[in-house]
């Protein structure tokens, strides 16, 4: 049974009442541009074939019962009392959804609901943004918000989900991720200006050069809500004031080492140098990309990766010897995605290698004494929307 209809079939025994439909949304994996999205600049995801469902129907009260495929007890709770922190747990990106779905004064009610989900959870692929993004999606058709049916309404949804993350379940992060849940296209790269919100959709279907996406979520443990990334948005936060810019995106690249010479702290100014450094990466990336440079391709993909490790410093000896491991057996070029300290990197492999390269992916992390990291080639998938 597919999981569209797994979940509408649990909503049923649940509820004892058939659900209104089946609203789904998209993981991501990031190309190039890690933490950049929060520093004005630009980044480019793509969505994934691994989706979050959500069964869903609408209630006349103002009542939310919330259950998870992956959690055993449901969470009840009433849409007046959500605030943040409140409810904890996965509760909190489905009920903030709602909340701040209110908060731009949206008028939406209860909801019942069952989530299931192919993302996997802690692996830096964006199971929050999925899920919130789902539910974003149920919830402006059920309530008729007329928000799903075009870019611009797209893009309003996914700044409610970035709310919701950012004050009901109190993660710190940008946008990039619902950006990608909500308004990718398949077969293309989302290219994402955060200064403005604008996208571009950018051509990616390696097989038909003759390359495939392997991504190697590493097992290693990740998380958005503790301290680290928080205090790297706070470095580059300073950065910036000390600069007198509203944002690290207003120094071009020819002009950071001046730029690096006014800051003082050698740690600010290293998590500068990731920024400005990588803005540049991504447009140099998606040049690379539209001509299909591949070689280019992989060095910057390199270049990003060094820069994440030694600059930004959100690597970890897991991410280092899956991406070490790729390159020595043939990738074209690989890279950390994501948040980091954990998660997934990504290797561009020569199509029909995959298996090659993640098996040597497993073989060096049982030599090193590491979890056994899983591996999977994907494409470039399409976005939130109705299944059923
Ligand atoms: C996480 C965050 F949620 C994103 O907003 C982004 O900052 C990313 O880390 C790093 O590029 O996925």
Redesign the pocket.
Known sequence: MSLCTEVATTFTSRFGLTADGVWSAPGRV?LIG?????NAGL?LPIALPQRTYVAARRRLDRRLRLWSGQADEPVDVQLDEVAPGHPGGWGSYVAGVLWALEEVGHPVGGLDLVVDSEVPVGAGL?SSAALECAVASAVADLFELDLTADDGGRAALAAVCVNAENTIAQAP?????QAAAMRSREGHALLLDCRDGSVEHVPFEPETRGLALLVVDTRAEHS?VDGQYAERRASCEQAARELGLASLREVPAHRLEEALTRLGDPVVRARTRHVVSEIARVEQSVEALRRWRIRELGAIFDASHASMRDDFEISCPELDLAVDTARARGAVGARMT??GFGGSAIALVPWGDEDEVGEAVVEAFEDAGFRTPRYFAVDASGPAGRDA
Do not use: Q
């Open positions: 990031n890690e933490h950049t999205d929060y980044c964006s992060t940008g946008g990039m991720d958005l994501g948040g």
